[in-house]
C-alpha cells in the first residue's frame, strides 16, 4: 500500500492518520475534509464555546496544531461526491470540482451531519460544525427573548442548558414521553427533565410540533398540536443525525444507517471505517451498532488506521470490541455513561431524586452498562466491569 486516503478531516479521520504514521505507513497520505477548519474538538460547541469566550483556536485539536507533522496533503474545504472502486482493491476518491484522488487504502471518516427543520428559516438552528456554534453564539449574543430547543436528545439539553446559562430563557420540546429515550431508560430520562425543570427551563414532553410562525423569512415562534404558540426568534433542533453515506453510493458497498463493515471495520478489501458514519457489529453486542461518541471516534479511528494498514500487509487484527461511553456535562453535573442500558435496573447508590447516584444496567445477571450522575471515580470502575462482563452482585458492591 503506497497510496492511503482518509476522507473525513474529523476527530476519527485525524487519528487513523496518526496510526497510520505511527505504524510506520511511509507513503503518500491525503486527508480530505469538507469544512475549511483543521480537525477540531466538537464537544466544547455546545457547552463552554456558547457560555465562555468562544476562543475558536482553542478548539483545535492538539494533533492538528502543526498541521504539517503528520506528513499529510490537506485537502480542506473539499467535498467527497463519489467512489470509484477498482479490483480487487484500490480506485479514487471524486471531490466537487472534478478533481479525482487516487488510493490504494481508504478510511472513510465522514462522519453525520444533523436533521434539519422544514422549511429552513432565518433563526432556526442546528449545531454539529463550527460554524454552525458560530452562528448559534452570535443569534445567544443578541439576547433573544426565548429560545426554543426542538429534541431532548444530549445536544437538546446542553444548549438548553447554556442558554440557562447565559440567562436566557428556554423551552425543550420533545415529542417522547421522556427525554433521551434512545439512550437512557425511562426514569433516567426524567431525571434529566427534573435537572432542567430545576434550572427553570420549561420542559414540554409529548409536544407535537405543527409549524412555525414567520416574519418575512424569519421564525417568530412555534406553533404546537394543541394550539399552543410559543414566541421564539432562536430556535435549535436536536432532532439526531444520519450519517454521511450518500457520496459512496453506487460504490457496491453495504450502505445501512452508515457505512457497515466487519468486527474489524473492514467495509471491503482495502477500505476501513470510522466513526460516526461506521456500523459494525462489536462483539460485546447481538448485533450491528454505531456509536455517536467522542470516545468512540478516538478509538476507531487509532483502530482503523492500524487495521488497514495490517490489511496492506497481510495481517490478521482482533475485532474492534470497545465498552461505549459518554459524558454529558448540564449546569453543575456530569453525568456519564458507560456500556448501555440493559432491560434490568438496580440502583448501586444514590437516588434518581438527589441527582448524585450510580444506576447499573444488567442482562442475566451480568453488567452491561452503568449511568452515574456526579461519580467520577464509579464511573471509570464501571467502565471496566462492563468490559469484563462482571456479575450483578460484585458490580452492586464495588460501585456501592
Known amino acids: 500500500m503506497n497510496r492511503a486516503v482518509v476522507v473525513g478531516a474529523s476527530l476519527a479521520g485525524l487519528h487513523a492518520a496518526q496510526a497510520l504514521r505511527r505504524q510506520g505507513f511511509d507513503g503518500e ?7 475549511p477548519h483543521y480537525p477540531y474538538d466538537r464537544p466544547p460547541l455546545s457547552k463552554e464555546f456558547l457560555t465562555g469566550p468562544g476562543d475558536v483556536d482553542k478548539l483545535r485539536l492538539r ?6 507533522a503528520l506528513g499529510v496533503r490537506w485537502l480542506l474545504g473539499r467535498r467527497a461526491v463519489g467512489l470509484n472502486r477498482h479490483e480487487p482493491s484500490g480506485g479514487q476518491v471524486l471531490l466537487d470540482g472534478g478533481e479525482a484522488v487516487d488510493f490504494d487504502g481508504l478510511v472513510v471518516a465522514t462522519g453525520a451531519r444533523p436533521r434539519r427543520l422544514a422549511p429552513e428559516l432565518d433563526g432556526i438552528h442546528t449545531l454539529r460544525s463550527l460554524d454552525d456554534a458560530v452562528g448559534l453564539r452570535e443569534a445567544f449574543d443578541a439576547g433573544p427573548a426565548r429560545v426554543v430547543v426542538i429534541g431532548f436528545g444530549f445536544i437538546g439539553a446542553e444548549v438548553a442548558a447554556s442558554a440557562r446559562a447565559r440567562g436566557l430563557e428556554v423551552t425543550v420540546l420533545e415529542a417522547a414521553e421522556a427525554p433521551l429515550a434512545r439512550v437512557l431508560d425511562a426514569e433516567a430520562g426524567m431525571a434529566v427533565a427534573d435537572l432542567h425543570r430545576g434550572h427553570g427551563v420549561d420542559v414540554r414532553l409529548g409536544a407535537t410540533l405543527t409549524g412555525f410562525t414567520v416574519d418575512g423569512r424569519a421564525v417568530t415562534g412555534v406553533e404546537l398540536g394543541d394550539g399552543t404558540v410559543i414566541e421564539a426568534s432562536v430556535v435549535v433542533a436536536g432532532i439526531g443525525v444520519t450519517p454521511n453515506t450518500g457520496w459512496l453510493e453506487g460504490a457496491g458497498l453495504t450502505l445501512d444507517d452508515g ?14 471505517v470510522a466513526g460516526d458514519v461506521g456500523r459494525w457489529p462489536n462483539p460485546r453486542f447481538d448485533r450491528l451498532i454505531r456509536v ?7 478509538e476507531m479511528g487509532g483502530y482503523a488506521g492500524r487495521r488497514l ?10 475485532p474492534f470490541a470497545p465498552v461505549p461511553w459518554f459524558w454529558s456535562d448540564q449546569y453543575d453535573r456530569k453525568i456519564q455513561l458507560a456500556g448501555v442500558p440493559g432491560p434490568g435496573v438496580a440502583m448501586a447508590q444514590g437516588t434518581l431524586a438527589e441527582q448524585r447516584f450510580v444506576r447499573v444496567y444488567h442482562r442475566d445477571g451480568v453488567v452491561v452498562g452503568a449511568l452515574c450522575w456526579n461519580r467520577p471515580r464509579q464511573a ?5 466491569l462492563v468490559g469484563r462482563e462482571a456479575p450483578l452482585d460484585e458490580a452492586l458492591q464495588v460501585l456501592g
Open 29 to 35: 497520505l491525503t486527508l480530505i475534509g469538507d469544512e
Open 63 to 68: 494533533a492538528a496544531a502543526d498541521p504539517d
Open 259 to 272: 457505512l457497515v463493515a466487519d468486527e474489524t471495520c473492514l467495509a471491503a478489501p482495502g477500505i476501513v
Open 292 to 298: 455517536e461518541q467522542w470516545d468512540n471516534a478516538v
Open 309 to 318: 494498514l495490517a490489511w496492506g500487509r497481510g495481517e490478521a487484527v482482533e
Open 380 to 384: 471509570i470502575q464501571a467502565r471496566e
